[in-house]
């Protein structure tokens, strides 16, 4: 069946640096893509989101970036601040229909250091 | 703007006692709902969704039901708890329009079955 997977599970960085988080999607028909923080003990939050229809979105400190030649997607974090640290998801929606069938990556966990 | 609740936000309960978990969403009208099961390591499973009041739909056979009694509250229940009903539950609620809208979730219940 169709997934979406995460490259790397844990990413270390330096307070300061930038924050690169990768994500692989199998689904050529995917148009819609979101990316969620989760911090210990809560639940996702939206961060940002891209439609299939663009390669990059901006938002605060944040940007996504869409390649679907070879399905991937990534989220920068610039000057990640210790705040940044939690669990980072991707998720897609398969093309057409409404946007319940969202299917999520199992998670990077981006700490960083003081 | 709009808020998402969830309660309780931890439970213990015995195998074979009934659940009822709640959520209720404020500052929209009409939204999606969903469940989702998050497991330690995975992604997040969705487990019903609803367009309506009244109108559910299951994405796995399981336990568990839900029901929606009132447009903005979504109930997670079950007659007879079992060992592996154990997990992170997540409500979560999307503007319901014909284009595609980010998922936004509560801050989940951590059930424990004992």
């Known amino acids: 069946g169709e997934s979406v997977g995460l490259h790397l599970p844990t990413l270390s960085v330096q307070e300061g640096d930038n924050s690169i988080i990768n994500c692989a999607y199998s689904?050529?028909?995917?148009?819609?893509f979101i990316w969620y923080k989760q911090e210990s003990g809560k639940g996702p939050q939206f961060i940002i989101d891209i439609r299939s229809n663009m390669d990059k979105r901006q938002g605060q400190r944040v940007t996504v970036l869409l390649n679907k030649t070879v399905k991937h997607l990534s989220l920068q974090i610039a000057a990640t601040q210790p705040g940044d640290s939690a669990v980072y998801f991707c998720?897609?929606?398969?093309?057409?229909?409404?946007?319940?069938?969202?299917?999520f990556g199992k998670g990077t966990l981006l700490t960083v250091n003081p | 703007s709009q808020t998402i609740h969830q309660w309780p936000a931890t439970l213990v309960q015995p195998v074979g006692s009934p659940l009822s978990l709640e959520c209720t969403v404020e500052g929209t009208s009409n939204p999606n709902l969903y469940w989702y099961r998050q497991a330690a390591g995975r992604g997040l499973q969705l487990l019903f969704y609803s367009v309506g009041i009244g109108q559910i739909s299951s994405e796995v056979p399981q336990n568990l039901s839900a029901s929606r009694p009132q447009d903005r509250q979504f109930i997670l229940s079950s007659k007879k708890l079992l060992l592996s009903d154990s997990g992170f539950y997540l409500c979560a609620w999307s503007v319901q329009s014909g284009g595609v809208s980010p998922l936004h979730f509560g801050n989940g219940t951590r059930l424990t079955v004992t």
């Open positions: 998720a897609e929606k398969g093309g057409g229909g409404s946007n319940y069938k969202l299917t």
């Open positions: 689904n050529s028909a995917s148009d819609y």
